[in-house]
């Protein structure tokens, strides 16, 4: 049942919360929750289907603010609605430290934020994995699953790159439970519109197969209509809706200033009087209050009908469903991968490293049905898809992601889907390529997502494609990331272990790195995983340790070949497999002391050197890149940059010669 309250009155109550806020801690960005204000009111008064009273619930509709610094307009919302979590005490800490009022909304569900957002476009593409995400789950959990995901988007949302690759997907994909409301202001931080853009955005979107809708977002009943379209359409739909940037604001209205201007008492006095709002700062009349409340509770019967579904579900459903939304995975599900281990160490199993990674992504999906993966145009030349089917327009029940060339929209939405839950992602492309995801790295590494991101062909070990195709510097850049754990895995034994830590490890996303050549069998046992600790000594010396070789990759067999070459002069030394120096650093001091060993060290890696000195000590020697790459035939390129078992053994010599 609808309130009686006018909605204009009730979006001026998020206006005013905004504005208190801003004005109390002196800084904030008012523009966006006054412009936007009246379209989030229709949304969540008429729309939306949540229970503030239980955030999580699994099926309720996913609303991901993409303009980020418009935060007190989430913040307003979630407080009037009656989330728990946003009492007007957080609103009046808005920014300071500890407060759940953050500058950007930082991820926090049983708040009622449902990602973090901040960098620009990065919202609004988890909002479409959310939308994959349900649509995949209602496939499995028909009558369970059917929820939409709305995202509030800007301008500079919308202009960034990966909005673009997005907008694309999700036309071609039909996600049509899938909505944009596009806060049509005309106005961005450095002034209107039309000094940098010019082009038709309704245009573009309807030529990316969405229903576009326009609309004056200040009108109730006008949104009111257009939300109720969105919901009868079959393909996504963008909502165009044409507001004042800082609506309510005399003389600040409809300027760049309103966007982060400061706002002063005397500004807040003035919109008061503007808008007929005699009420001191916070404080919001009981009938407008009330008017928020019930709108909170306005799915209270849905959320009934939805738990009564549940209860009324088979065994075997009810019991997915709680393990999916609890994000537990199946019972059993590393037994595969222990088994790939095994047979991989008894055949001394040596192929190229993509493959390697191909076949364990099968092995995984069977093991854990609700895997989704997915390439950017590569599943040829990653062969990543294998027998898995198509996630698609027609077949929602697919699961392998067809994302195009769109590296960008595939790490974001991945993103999106692990936020939604009841997902496991994971991505594959070129390790040379990452970078396009590297917004999306640190999203996951802050909100602690269990996302899955793989590549391959790691080093110049790519050979003639050359040095753009060649990513020396690009592991050191990963491993700068706190919260992201990378693994390079020497042979087909280090690469089921790794898998098995990654999917095994909830609380962040990983990072696993394979090369495009073949990796030599270096692990001729398999059975507790050995990669768990990060770096393991593979081979000890044959007495005490002249010297101690640490490798990752394909040149840990390198390592290994180096150490034969000295034994046989006498010389003897251990062999470090280093797959992640993240739990390597979570080890005990003793620990790494141990396996690192008191002797010289040489570090092996076909990369660029950038933190191997931790481990190499200052005396260390490194074998590795100092520049860019080249083009050439493989064997010939790594000669040329003096990576080979010679070069080990000489770096050796020279240490022990000093």
Same mark, same amino acid.
């Given at each position: 049942?609808?309130?009686t309250?006018d909605?204009?009155?009730?979006?001026?109550?998020v206006?005013?919360?905004?504005m208190?806020?801003c004005?109390?801690?002196?800084?904030?960005?008012?523009g966006?929750?006054?412009?936007?204000?009246?379209?989030?009111?229709a949304?969540?008064?008429r729309?939306?289907?949540?229970?503030?009273a239980?955030?999580?619930?699994?099926?309720?509709?996913r609303?991901v603010?993409?303009?980020?610094?418009?935060?007190?307009?989430?913040?307003?919302?979630?407080?009037l609605t009656g989330?728990a979590g946003m009492?007007?005490?957080?609103l009046?800490s808005?920014r300071?430290?500890?407060?759940?009022?953050e500058?950007h909304?930082?991820?926090?569900?049983?708040?009622g934020v449902?990602?973090t957002?901040g960098p620009l476009g990065?919202?609004?593409?988890?909002?479409?994995?959310?939308?994959?995400?349900?649509?995949?789950?209602?496939a499995?959990?028909?009558g369970?699953?059917?929820?939409?995901s709305?995202?509030l988007?800007?301008?500079?949302?919308?202009q960034?790159?990966v909005?673009?690759?997005?907008a694309?997907?999700?036309?071609?994909?039909?996600?049509?439970?899938l909505t944009?409301?596009w806060?049509?202001? %005309?106005?961005?931080?450095?002034?209107p519109?039309?000094i940098a853009?010019?082009?038709?955005?309704?245009?573009?979107f309807?030529?990316?197969?969405w229903q576009?809708?326009?609309?004056?977002?200040?009108?109730?009943?006008?949104?009111?209509?257009?939300?109720?379209?969105?919901? *009868?359409?079959? %393909?996504?739909?963008f909502?165009?809706c044409?507001?004042?940037?800082?609506?309510?604001?005399?003389?600040?209205?409809?300027?760049?200033?309103?966007?982060?201007?400061?706002?002063?008492r005397?500004?807040?006095?003035?919109?008061?009087?503007?808008?007929d709002?005699p009420h001191p700062?916070?404080?919001?009349?009981p009938?407008?209050a009330?008017?928020?409340?019930m709108?909170?509770?306005?799915?209270?019967?849905?959320?009934q009908?939805?738990?009564?579904?549940?209860a009324?579900?088979?065994?075997?459903?009810?019991?997915?469903?709680?393990r999916?939304?609890?994000?537990?995975?199946?019972?059993?599900?590393?037994?595969?991968?222990r088994a790939y281990?095994?047979k991989a160490?008894?055949?001394?199993l040596?192929?190229?490293?993509?493959?390697?990674c191909?076949?364990?992504?099968?092995i995984?999906?069977?093991?854990?049905?609700?895997?989704l993966a997915?390439?950017?145009?590569?599943?040829?030349a990653?062969?990543?898809k294998?027998?898995?089917?198509?996630f698609?327009?027609?077949? *929602?029940?697919?699961?392998?992601?067809h994302y195009?060339?769109?590296e960008?929209?595939?790490?974001s939405?991945m993103?999106?889907?692990?936020a939604?839950?009841?997902?496991?992602p994971?991505?594959?492309?070129?390790?040379?390529?990452s970078?396009?995801e590297?917004p999306?790295?640190r999203?996951?590494a802050?909100?602690?997502?269990?996302?899955?991101?793989?590549?391959?062909?790691?080093?110049?070990?790519?050979? *003639?494609?050359?040095p753009?195709?060649?990513?020396?510097?690009?592991l050191?850049a990963?491993?700068?990331?706190?919260n992201?754990?990378?693994?390079r895995?020497?042979?087909?034994?280090?690469?089921?272990?790794?898998?098995e830590l990654?999917?095994?490890?909830?609380?962040?996303p990983?990072?696993?790195?394979?090369?495009?050549?073949?990796?030599?069998?270096?692990r001729?046992q398999?059975?507790?995983?050995?990669?768990a600790?990060?770096?393991?000594?593979?081979?000890?010396?044959?007495?005490?340790?002249?010297?101690?070789?640490?490798?990752?990759?394909?040149e840990v067999a390198l390592?290994?070949?180096?150490r034969?070459?000295?034994?046989?002069?006498?010389?003897?030394?251990?062999?470090?497999?280093?797959?992640?120096?993240?739990?390597?650093?979570?080890?005990?001091?003793?620990?790494?002391?141990?396996i690192?060993?008191?002797?010289? %060290?040489?570090?092996?890696?076909a990369?660029v050197?950038?933190g191997?000195?931790?481990w190499i000590g200052?005396?260390?020697?490194?074998?590795?890149?100092?520049?860019?790459g080249?083009?050439?035939?493989?064997?010939?390129?790594?000669?040329?940059?003096?990576?080979?078992?010679?070069?080990?053994?000489?770096a050796v010599r020279?240490?022990l010669a000093?």
């Amino acid at each position: 049942m609808r309130h009686t309250i006018d909605p204009r009155r009730m979006a001026h109550a998020v206006r005013f919360l905004a504005m208190d806020a801003c004005e109390r801690v002196g800084e904030g960005h008012p523009g966006t929750p006054l412009g936007a204000a009246d379209i989030c009111t229709a949304l969540f008064t008429r729309h939306l289907t949540f229970n503030p009273a239980d955030p999580l619930w699994f099926d309720r509709d996913r609303f991901v603010l993409s303009a980020g610094h418009g935060s007190m307009l989430l913040y307003a919302l979630l407080h009037l609605t009656g989330y728990a979590g946003m009492p007007i005490e957080a609103l009046q800490s808005f920014r300071e430290l500890g407060s759940p009022c953050e500058g950007h909304p930082e991820y926090c569900p049983a708040h009622g934020v449902e990602v973090t957002t901040g960098p620009l476009g990065q919202g609004i593409a988890n909002a479409a994995g959310m939308a994959v995400a349900e649509a995949f789950l209602a496939a499995q959990l028909p009558g369970v699953v059917d929820h939409r995901s709305y995202a509030l988007v800007g301008d500079g949302c919308l202009q960034e790159g990966v909005a673009h690759e997005v907008a694309s997907l999700a036309g071609h994909l039909r996600l049509g439970k899938l909505t944009w409301l596009w806060d049509d202001n %005309r106005m961005t931080d450095d002034g209107p519109i039309g000094i940098a853009q010019s082009e038709d955005l309704p245009a573009r979107f309807r030529a990316a197969q969405w229903q576009v809708l326009e609309v004056d977002g200040h009108d109730p009943e006008a949104l009111d209509a257009a939300l109720t379209l969105a919901k *009868r359409d079959p %393909r996504p739909s963008f909502i165009a809706c044409r507001t004042i940037i800082g609506r309510g604001l005399p003389g600040v209205e409809g300027t760049r200033a309103a966007h982060s201007g400061k706002l002063t008492r005397a500004i807040t006095d003035a919109a008061r009087a503007a808008l007929d709002w005699p009420h001191p700062a916070f404080v919001v009349p009981p009938d407008i209050a009330e008017a928020w409340r019930m709108a909170g509770r306005r799915s209270a019967g849905a959320y009934q009908a939805w738990q009564g579904r549940v209860a009324a579900l088979p065994p075997e459903q009810r019991r997915l469903l709680d393990r999916l939304r609890e994000g537990r995975l199946p019972e059993g599900w590393q037994d595969a991968l222990r088994a790939y281990a095994h047979k991989a160490a008894e055949q001394g199993l040596t192929q190229h490293g993509w493959k390697t990674c191909g076949e364990i992504v099968e092995i995984a999906s069977v093991a854990i049905p609700e895997m989704l993966a997915g390439a950017p145009d590569l599943e040829a030349a990653t062969q990543h898809k294998r027998k898995l089917s198509a996630f698609t327009s027609e077949d *929602r029940a697919g699961r392998y992601v067809h994302y195009g060339v769109r590296e960008h929209a595939m790490g974001s939405m991945m993103n999106g889907m692990a936020a939604h839950g009841g997902v496991v992602p994971s991505g594959v492309t070129y390790l040379v390529f990452s970078d396009y995801e590297r917004p999306a790295f640190r999203m996951a590494a802050m909100m602690g997502l269990p996302v899955l991101y793989a590549f391959t062909h790691d080093s110049i070990g790519i050979g *003639r494609n050359g040095p753009t195709h060649q990513p020396v510097e690009y592991l050191a850049a990963l491993r700068a990331i706190p919260n992201l754990h990378v693994f390079r895995p020497a042979d087909a034994v280090e690469a089921a272990e790794c898998w098995e830590l990654a999917i095994g490890h909830r609380s962040g996303p990983s990072a696993l790195i394979f090369a495009r050549q073949p990796q030599e069998s270096v692990r001729r046992q398999a059975g507790p995983n050995r990669s768990a600790a990060g770096a393991y000594v593979l081979a000890e010396a044959d007495g005490p340790r002249a010297a101690t070789l640490l490798a990752t990759g394909t040149e840990v067999a390198l390592a290994m070949r180096a150490r034969a070459m000295l034994a046989v002069e006498g010389i003897q030394v251990a062999v470090v497999s280093m797959p992640c120096w993240s739990l390597f650093e979570e080890q005990p001091r003793a620990e790494r002391e141990r396996i690192l060993g008191g002797a010289p %060290r040489v570090g092996v890696e076909a990369a660029v050197r950038l933190g191997w000195d931790r481990w190499i000590g200052p005396e260390g020697v490194f074998i590795g890149m100092n520049g860019f790459g080249a083009s050439g035939a493989e064997d010939d390129l790594w000669r040329h940059f003096g990576i080979t078992a010679e070069a080990v053994a000489a770096a050796v010599r020279s240490l022990l010669a000093a």
